[in-house]
T-cell receptor, first 113, second 116 residues
Framework: SQTIHQWPATLVQPVGSPLSLECTVE??????LYWYRQAAGRGLQLLFY??????ISSEVPQNLSASRPQDRQFILSSKKLLLSDSGFYLC????????????FGDGTRLSIL | AQTVTQSQPEMSVQEAETVTLSCTYD???????LFWYKQPPSRQMILVIR??????QNATENRFSVNFQKAAKSFSLKISDSQLGDAAMYFC?????????????FGGGTRLMVKP
């Protein structure tokens, strides 16, 4: 069966510090991968998605970036965090057919001080 | 671009009663997919139910069912025999078939409270 791992679960970082959140998927090949951000009490905002290794599409311009160094690894990064980067970050995967849902990781709660 | 609207920020229901959460969407496409996700306090996103637009029959998963009205672009979720564990945020989502990345467009969510 497929599983998705996302870490860390909670992170507290000072303004201006770098960021690296990691997401890995097991049990499937060539998944589509996604990074979302969810502000408190709000819906999900798609940040990045990837349909293959090294292929990253950005939905929202910002100081975050994403990389996919391996088929089942998706990394969300920042060189210098802003206060506005605080939020709940979710990684998700799906297979390549439209009727299949996205499956989500447990999320990372990021607090910027 | 498609938009998804959930007009009820909060809903409450008595345990064992039935509640309906509303979702409308805007699209010019004739074929697409719709989903309902549940996000409990643990913040996990859990798929509840999905519907293919080409299917006229409403999807059902145990106590969860949808009322899909394609002409009205409405996709409501009905929860029967509500349980305390149903308390969560519920998100409606749309996926186009013309979408290489299988991306979802989410509504703003409805917080469901279940009263014992």
């Amino acid at each position: 069966s497929q599983t998705i791992h996302q870490w860390p679960a909670t992170l507290v970082q000072p303004v201006g510090s770098p960021l690296s959140l990691e997401c890995t998927v097991e049990g499937t090949s060539n998944p589509n991968l996604y990074w979302y951000r969810q502000a408190a009490g709000r819906g999900l905002q798609l940040l990045f998605y990837s349909v293959g290794i090294g292929q990253i599409s950005s939905e929202v311009p910002q100081n975050l970036s994403a990389s996919r160094p391996q088929d089942r690894q998706f990394i969300l990064s920042s060189k210098k965090l802003l206060l506005s980067d605080s939020g709940f970050y979710l990684c998700a995967w799906s297979v390549g057919t439209n009727n299949q849902p996205q499956h989500f990781g447990d999320g990372t709660r990021l607090s910027i001080l | 671009a498609q938009t998804v609207t959930q007009s009820q920020p909060e809903m409450s229901v008595q345990e064992a009663e039935t509640v309906t959460l509303s979702c409308t969407y805007d699209t010019s496409e004739s074929d697409y997919y719709l989903f309902w996700y549940k996000q409990p306090p643990s913040r996990q996103m859990i798929l509840v139910i999905r519907q293919e637009a080409y299917k006229q029959q409403n999807a059902t998963e145990n106590r969860f069912s949808v009322n899909f009205q394609k002409a009205a672009k409405s996709f409501s979720l009905k929860i029967s025999d509500s349980q305390l564990g149903d308390a969560a945020m519920y998100f409606c989502a749309y996926r186009s078939i013309n979408n290489a990345g299988n991306m979802l467009t989410f509504g703003g969510g409805t917080r469901l409270m279940v009263k014992p």
